[in-house]
T-cell receptor, first 114, second 114 residues
């Protein structure tokens, strides 16, 4: 069965510092991977997605993620964090089969200190 | 382009009352998902539809919860009778049926049962 683990419940980063949020998945075949961000009081917004090809994918708001098959990971990174990046981040995996639901991780809350 | 539209944004009602949450998916999308988000349990998939047909309702917590999708542009999630433990944020999301498509989320309905 598919599963997604986000090991860090809460991370605090200084403004301007780099960020890496971890995501590990369990899936037998090549997964479809997503990162979402949720700001307070809002729904989840898609940051980026990986289907195939280049293992380093670029997303919105300056985020990128790298797919590492050997480590079953899809970590999210940003070189310089802004205070507006404070939010909750969700990693999700899909089976790629038509009409199936995504499996979401529990989320990581990012706080940005000045 | 209009995103997923949910109504109402906020609902406060007394225990025992019927609650109906509404969702309009993105035009052309043929998969629709209902989620519940709480601090304790995180983001939970309640039910999803493909082409207006319920596919998996194993996440619906009790018989008090029901969902319908009478046509491609409208879905409801109903709780009858409501209980305080149903208080949560309920999200609707939609996607294309193809298995590698991301889900697009509405802004949610914040439900408080007194």
């Amino acid at each position: 069965a598919q599963s997604v683990t986000q090991p860090d419940i809460h991370i605090t980063v200084s403004e301007g510092a780099s960020l890496e949020l971890r995501c590990n998945y369990s899936y037998g075949a090549t997964p479809y991977l997503f990162w979402y961000v949720q700001s307070p009081g809002q729904g989840l917004q898609l940051l980026l997605k990986y289907f195939s090809g280049d293992t380093l994918v670029q997303g919105i708001k300056g985020f990128e993620a790298e797919f590492k098959r050997s480590q079953s990971s899809f970590n999210l990174r940003k070189p310089s964090v802004h205070w507006s990046d404070a939010a909750e981040y969700f990693c999700a995996v899909g089976a790629g089969q038509a009409g199936t639901a995504l499996i979401f991780g529990k989320g990581t809350t990012l706080s940005v200190s000045s | 382009d209009a995103g997923v539209i949910q109504s109402p944004r906020h609902e406060v009602t007394e225990m025992g009352q019927e609650v109906t949450l509404r969702c309009k998916p993105i035009s052309g999308h043929n998969s629709l998902f209902w989620y519940r988000q709480t601090m304790m349990r995180g983001l939970e998939l309640l039910i999803y539809f493909n082409n207006n047909v319920p596919i998996d309702d194993s996440g619906m917590p009790e018989d008090r919860f029901s969902a319908k999708m009478p046509n491609a542009s409208f879905s409801t999630l109903k709780i009858q009778p409501s209980e305080p433990r149903d208080s949560a944020v309920y999200f609707c999301a939609s996607s294309l049926l193809s298995g590698n498509q991301p889900q697009h989320f509405g802004d949610g309905t914040r439900l408080s049962i007194l």
